[in-house]
Nanobody
Framework: QVQLAESGGGLVQAGGSLRLSCVAS????????MGWYRRAPGRERELVAE?????TANYADSVKGRFTISRDKNTVFLQMNSLKPEDTAVYYC???????????????????WGQGTQVTVSS
C-alpha cells in the first residue's frame, strides 16, 4: 500500500514563504511523476505543479515564477514564495507510482493522494 505524508502547511502573511514536503512510502516503491494540487473554497481542485523523473516540471500559470517544485527520489517539495491570499487552499500531494504486493510480488500501479495540508495566506 502506498502512502503519501505531507507537511509544511500553515498560516503566513502575503509576501511570505512556505515549503511543503511530501514523502511517498510503499513496498519497493517507484514513483514516476509527483505533483501538487490545491483546492480553494468553492473551487475545483487544480494542478499547481508536477515533476517527472527528470528535472522537467510543469506549473500552473498562476504560480509561475513564485513556486518551485523539486524532488529527491520519493519525496517531493514545493517552495512557495511571494504568497498571495488567492493561494489559500488545501494542498494535496499526488504520485503516479508502482509498488509491489508483499505477498505475491505482483506490481501495483496507481495514482495516489495525500491527505492534504492547509495553506492560508492573510492579506
Amino acid at each position: 500500500q502506498v502512502q503519501l505524508a505531507e507537511s509544511g502547511g500553515g498560516l503566513v502573511q502575503a509576501g511570505g514563504s512556505l515549503r511543503l514536503s511530501c514523502v511517498a512510502s510503499g513496498s519497493r516503491l517507484t514513483t514516476r511523476s509527483m505533483g501538487w494540487y490545491r483546492r480553494a473554497p468553492g473551487r475545483e481542485r487544480e494542478l499547481v505543479a508536477e515533476i517527472g523523473t527528470s528535472v522537467t516540471a510543469n506549473y500552473a500559470d498562476s504560480v509561475k515564477g513564485r513556486f518551485t517544485i523539486s524532488r529527491d527520489k520519493n519525496t517531493v517539495f514545493l517552495q512557495m514564495n511571494s504568497l498571495k491570499p488567492e493561494d489559500t487552499a488545501v494542498y494535496y500531494c499526488n504520485a503516479d507510482a508502482i509498488s509491489y504486493n508483499p505477498y505475491d510480488d505482483s506490481p501495483i500501479a496507481g495514482r495516489y493522494w495525500g491527505q492534504g495540508t492547509q495553506v492560508t495566506v492573510s492579506s
